[in-house]
């Protein structure tokens, strides 16, 4: 038990001195001027992915249960944040705890309300209802006077770039520690046995629902957390850019990273969010590339491929071959 204990308090500095290092890092090549504007950019798209991909894998991960109305809840966190910041008149930083706790807090409403009775269907049920749930809130912004409609909620204070940096690494670490901690807890144990086996759980008197619900709930709350950093960071939000193809894209994200990785889920979500920037100058090979890079990610992630190659009959006539021309 002591050196579980050790090995886990390692592992938790270990992490801490990581994400101070990349902080640092980027903060030094910000001020430094070594990023272009257009890699300055990226950092808080990044950060928002990451959130989601995140917040959704307690979700689908962890929980077992596929979801595709994750863009639903964001859209509500961005909307909800960026009404109550056009609105108010308070100083910067205070405005924008309060957008992220009211948009954290009505996704997570939301996500109560649908969560009750739609986490009492399973598989292929569960995804059907959640897409719609996303669109019929794609179609509700788009006949709300206040939001807009179709035009789209101009004029957000721009709370959020890659010049208020620190506050949005932040809330990503936030999120990160939050759901972890979770993930690692009693109730996070709870969660995983639903997904291992859902009838031993119930039979073992652990409250399936409560626990369904618990979980879709905090999830949706990163999600609208999420949602308020990413209006704050574009200015201009509209309710197609929260339709089903970006649940699907977050969901794309949790897959590549591994179901119930969250250091997976993360790298994922930097990798996908820079590649398409990155591929902007290959033109017609752009596509092929991303297709690539996706496959090898897939064929990589979690699946015993490496250790496969390493023990297969080629790699040690591989390695005799090595050691003969040395």
Not at 56 to 81: C, Q, R
Not at 94 to 99: D, G, H, K, M, R
Not at 231 to 245: C, E, L, Q, R, S
Not at 258 to 266: C, K, L, P, Y
């Amino acid at each position: 038990m002591k050196n579980e204990r050790n090995k886990f308090t390692k592992g938790k500095i270990i992490n801490i001195v990581i994400a101070v290092l990349i902080y640092i890092l980027i903060m030094a090549a910000l001020n430094g001027g070594m990023l272009s504007r257009q890699m300055s950019s990226l950092l808080v798209p990044i950060c928002v992915n990451v959130m989601l991909a995140v917040s959704l894998n307690l979700i689908t991960g962890f929980l077992g249960e596929l979801t595709l109305g994750h863009a639903g809840f964001m859209s509500i966190g961005a909307y909800a944040g960026s009404l109550l910041t056009i609105y108010l008149d308070l100083p910067m930083y205070v405005e924008f705890i309060i957008a992220i706790l009211v948009g954290g807090a009505v996704a997570a409403f939301f996500g109560f309300l649908i969560g009750v009775p739609v986490l009492r269907l399973r598989g292929d049920y569960l995804a059907i209802v959640t897409l719609a749930f996303g669109e019929i809130i794609k179609s509700v912004i788009n006949v709300i006077k206040i939001t807009n409609g179709a035009k789209g909620l101009n004029d957000i204070p721009s709370y959020s770039t890659f010049r208020n940096f620190t506050i949005v690494y932040i809330l990503v670490i936030l999120t990160i520690i939050l759901i972890v901690n979770l993930v690692n807890s009693r109730h996070g144990r709870a969660i995983r046995s639903i997904r291992d086996n859902y009838i031993a759980a119930e039979s073992v008197g652990i409250p399936v629902s409560k626990f369904k619900v618990m979980a879709f709930v905090i999830s949706a709350f990163f999600a609208g957390v999420a949602g308020v950093v990413y209006a704050h960071n574009v200015g201009i939000i509209k309710p197609t850019t929260f339709d089903y193809n970006k649940s699907i894209e977050i969901l794309v994200i949790v897959v590549l990273g591994g179901m119930g990785n969250i250091r997976g889920s993360i790298i994922a979500a930097t990798i996908l969010t820079l590649l398409p920037e990155m591929l902007r100058g290959a033109d017609n090979l752009r596509m092929l590339i991303y297709a690539i890079v996706l496959i090898a990610m897939m064929l990589f992630n979690g699946s015993g491929a490496k250790e496969r190659l390493i023990s297969s009959k080629y790699f040690p006539k591989f390695l005799k071959r090595q050691k003969g021309v040395e």
